[in-house]
């Protein structure tokens, strides 16, 4: 039972949502939360996520770690997304390639990286720590980039698939960043998805994007607050019916909606999850 | 960019990124591919706004009154100058502006506004004691049950979320009608300070006004005097302190967790 539910679809915990989802307990797979926002000492944070973690597994995804700082990841910040793992036992801790401190200032966002042998040796170090102050494997998760650099060496499936192997660690799959990432650098989603390890890739994350259009040019954002479009809809029922079921969570983290509309777009995928995961059956 | 194979072409990549980050008026940093539409200042500048947007959101919603009080337009400027002066140390955004208060002390454009400083302490003392470590408030009665001689001796042990904040300005009144009520009010030319008492007793964080030499009571006892001569240090100061009042209100409000005889450490 608890297998199934961990290849099901899952929701982002919002405070909005929380008494409710206590009450109701809605049939949604899992939860996932971000570790940044459980990093104090009590209160609320930690009297909801405690009585959701009671009732559903749950997934800890870190936005804060600065694993690509070339001048190490953000100071003490280990430790404190231990304290998190270890309270709370997830079943997933994911974080991202990118990095957010520099010189100990914490720039709120994900920024990106250069994709050379230089920086796939300093994430891999950088992983390799992490997983073992964390005593477990982490998922590294590909994503969103507005601009891309001179002197890149590798295209950034060949970076996931190498850091992959280096360090051992899995992927986490972001559909939605795929189609921001491919249309701001004129790349084809579908291409990318060819090439990506899915092998290693050990939950997926779906959300919704903006499309910022001046000049007559336009740049995707990662926006999560909005429904998924088709075009991420459509890869995604892709990856899931050729590269096997996946954990999959829906992300909706700005201008959060009810939780009804949150509830639908997680039963979409689960019934995306269960078709797919029907037709794997049948076949075996 | 040069790729070295020590990583240092990529920590000074990190830097010129840092700064033309948080630095609006800096041109964006070389190494970043240019022979792609949309222009590379337009990229860049999905970064700089994510940043700083996300930042000065993050103020907006642990500073509410004072952005209600000077306006969302105002307020947003403001923290982009702030952020600019004194961006996040830390990724645990919630530990992000301390220095707020004291920043508005000083900011010029806000100076018609002298209390705006102190309701940002307010706001920011609730949203700490919205984070802060559980206890169990104790109740009044556990006062009475001790033998009429113990009652001196007794420390109070004060509850991790309480915080104090004395003011010349009626803080709490002017919190409290644009925290709740529909039309902002500023306060009048006449109004007499207040002392605001700021607690979480178990999950909503609570906001009232302290009797006159109650924050003293409460600074005594966070140095673990004892009841008694606590209760004469703001006798001495406040010709009006009265015990009785001021322990109603801080138990009510359950910024006491502990009673306990002996000594101090």
Redesign the interface.
Known sequence: MTADRLLRAGAGLKPEHQRHILEARPDVGWFEVHA??Y?????????FLERVRALYPLSVHG????IG???GM?PG?LG?LKSVVDRYQPFIVSEHLA???????????L????Y????L??VARHVDEAQTVLGRTILIENPST????????MPETDFLRALARRSGCGLLLDVNNVVVSAA???FDPRAYLECFPHEHVGEIHLAGHAV?E??G???Y?DTHDRTISAEVWSLFRDVIARRGVRPTLIEWDADVPAWPDLEAEVQRAQSILQTAGGLDARAA | ???????????D???R??HA??QAPLAVPD???HD???T?E???G??RN??KA??AA?LAARFPVVERLVGDEFFTAMALVFIERH????????EYGTAFANFLEGFDPAADLPYLPDIARLEWSRHV??????ASAADIGRLAELPPEALGSVRLGLH??MAVIASPWPIVSVWTTNTHDATPEAPAADWTGETALVT?PH?DVLVQRLPPGADLLVAELAQGVALSAAAEAASRTHDSFDLATALATLFGAGAITTLSQGSSS
């Open positions: 940044e926002n990093m104090g000492a009590g209160g609320p944070p930690h009297h936005v804060g770690l600065s700082s070339a001048n953000a910040h404190r990095w957010s401190t520099h010189e100990g200032t914490f720039l709120n966002d920024l990106p990286l250069p050379t042998e230089a920086t040796s300093l507005y601009l891309r650099f001179d002197g890149e060496e701001n650098h004129g910022l001046s000049d040019d336009a740049l954002v | 960019m040069p790729a070295q194979p020590d990583g240092s072409g990529l920590a990549l990190q830097h990124f840092a980050v948080l190494g970043i591919r792609v539409r949309p590379r337009r990229r860049f999905v970064y994510n940043v996300s930042l993050a961006p996040p140390r830390s990724p645990v955004l919630a004691a919205f984070h802060s470590a559980d991790p979320a979480r999950l």
